[in-house]
């Protein structure tokens, strides 16, 4: 297995990229802070991930970086083997990427977080060529692939959200339980990506209020959204703590969930566009498979799941029909079918050894042959 110095120059042009420039870049801040190194906000704060670091590099060890969930359905979904090759959109730390290698499939993963490639990159350099890389986000799927020679591929892999990894690295600021700066950005290299402290600064009070309330379900979020503008004035919101504690004063803490789960899920959503890229996606789906290929999607909020389910579905209807018209008419985004009209839900044994998987779907779509 090579080593991580290795991993890092076999994307030191990436890197160069967000390296150029006299003033370190936020990104590179980001970066080397989630590899480990402390970053340091205007205040001279330092953070730190506290999380279990292998030669104080910020690199987990493999078990732990993330579990995958409902692997044995996903493959199950997936067919993978010998000649297959099969797209992970979510690479993570690999953990499904790894059971697809095992299975003989090529796969290509994608990620928009460099330190995910970097760390799964070395979890599978064992299977040499079988695996192929991608620091991209994937809804520049197609144009990625046939950068590399591939037009169609026989199964598409898509477990949204962040990783274990990525909630427990407190620098990378998606976690109210663990002070951080307020960045939330999954691709960290990427200066040009408003973070969530540039959302909270410069949002007007509507947004704020839309984006805590259609993302996050969050019923206080008028006031919150008040609170917040009326704070920055004098005071913009650097850490996750800052945000938290504003929330936690306005929404007092009831039940086991911690009341700035809603808003800090709610921004997620928005610096990363991921209902944006999510659709995208979709839409991507009919063009890259082959006929039979299938495609297999892990959600894990009522949103992604009602944007998956209302796409698979309405791609699986042969003919659609109103009132007004004299006789049904073919459906012409009548594309797949579904093996399962109902997703994968996991099981008891799975909650309890992975409380993450609680509230997973898998929903799993096959392409129709093309005439
Ligand atoms: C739930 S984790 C995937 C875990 C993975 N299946 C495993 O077994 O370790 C989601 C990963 O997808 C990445 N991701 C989310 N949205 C993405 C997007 N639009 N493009 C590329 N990567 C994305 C995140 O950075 C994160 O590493």
């Known amino acids: 297995m090579g080593t991580l110095a290795n991993t890092a120059n076999i994307y030191s042009n990436t890197m160069r990229v967000s390296l150029g420039g006299d003033v370190l870049p936020r990104s590179v801040v980001s970066f080397w802070s989630s590899m480990g190194a402390p970053a340091r906000t205007r205040n001279g704060k330092l953070w730190s991930s506290g999380f279990a670091c292998e030669g104080g590099r910020g690199i987990t060890p493999m078990g732990d970086y993330h579990a995958p969930v409902m692997p044995d359905e996903c493959l199950a979904g997936l067919m993978p083997g010998e000649g297959k090759i099969i797209v992970d959109l979510t690479l993570g730390g690999g953990g499904h990427s790894e059971k697809l290698l095992q299975e003989g499939a090529t796969v290509y993963g994608f990620d928009q977080d460099l330190e995910a490639i970097q760390f799964a ?31 169609q591929v026989d199964g598409v892999l898509i477990d949204l959200g962040v990783s274990s990894r990525q909630l427990d690295a407190a620098e990378r600021g998606f976690s109210f339980m663990r002070e951080g700066p307020l960045d939330m950005r999954m691709d960290a290299t990427d200066s040009t990506l408003p973070t969530a402290a540039d959302w909270v600064n410069t949002k007007d009070m509507e947004e704020l209020m839309r984006v805590f309330f259609d993302y996050g379900e969050e019923k206080f979020s008028r006031r919150i959204a008040r609170e917040i503008v009326d704070r920055r004035v004098s005071n913009p919101f650097e850490t996750t703590a800052e945000l938290a504690d504003l929330i936690e004063r ?15 899920q709610a921004l997620r959503i928005a610096v990363n566009r991921e209902l944006e890229v999510l659709e995208s996606v979709l839409h991507s789906l ?13 959600t894990f909020h009522s949103l992604e799941d009602r944007a998956v389910k209302v796409y698979f579905h309405r791609c699986s ?16 985004e009548y594309v797949f079918s579904l093996p399962r009209r109902k997703p994968y839900l996991p099981s008891d044994s799975e909650v309890r050894t992975n409380p993450r998987a609680r509230s997973a779907k898998v929903r799993i779509a096959e392409r129709l042959p093309r005439f």
């Open 286 to 298: 009919p063009t890259l498979l082959v006929d039979g290929g299938r495609a297999a999607i892990i």
């Open 250 to 264: 306005i929404a007092p803490r009831r039940g086991p969930k911690h009341p700035a789960t809603r808003v800090f």
């Open 121 to 151: 990159s070395e979890r599978l350099a064992r299977f040499g060529s079988q695996f192929i890389p991608v620091h991209s986000n994937f809804c520049r799927v197609a144009e990625e692939l046939a950068l590399r020679g591939v037009t």
């Open 317 to 332: 209807t042969a003919t659609l029909d109103d009132p007004t018209w004299p006789e049904p008419k073919p459906n012409p």
